[in-house]
Nanobody
Framework: QVQLVESGGGVVQPGRSLRLSCAASGSIFSIVAMGWYRQEPGKERELVAD???????NYVDSVKGRFTISRDNAKNTVHLQMNSLKPEDTAVYYCNGRIYYTPFRWEDYWGQGTQVTVSS
């Protein structure tokens, strides 16, 4: 079993910052990639940013220059630093991990989600 536990969501005014964290634990053989997705009510879940084991990152265009994803491989954690937040960033943010739980078997795991609300 693998668990992803998120923290750091909340309510913030436009232009301010938040930092999300996600820790993976359990039967982890290796982690291929970790990332953050978000979902607004009535909309599909979208990729915000991800980072692979080599440190290569990928961002959705709407957050480039404002969000930074980072990863601590030793601690199996991933962080999302969100600066210059906008009301349209309001969503439930989900941590995702593509994780090998044996040398040959992997699955996509998800955290429980954390609410981010940007409002004045």
């Amino acid at each position: 079993q693998v668990q992803l536990v998120e923290s750091g969501g909340g309510v913030v005014q436009p232009g301010r910052s938040l930092r999300l964290s996600c820790a993976a634990s359990g039967s982890i053989f290796s982690i291929v990639a970790m990332g953050w997705y978000r979902q607004e009510p009535g909309k599909e879940r979208e990729l915000v940013a991800d980072i692979n084991s080599g440190g290569s990152t990928n961002y959705v265009d709407s957050v480039k220059g404002r969000f930074t994803i980072s990863r601590d491989n030793a601690k199996n954690t991933v962080h999302l630093q969100m600066n210059s937040l906008k009301p349209e960033d309001t969503a439930v943010y989900y941590c995702n991990g593509r994780i090998y739980y044996t040398p040959f078997r992997w699955e996509d795991y998800w955290g429980q989600g954390t609410q981010v609300t940007v409002s004045s």
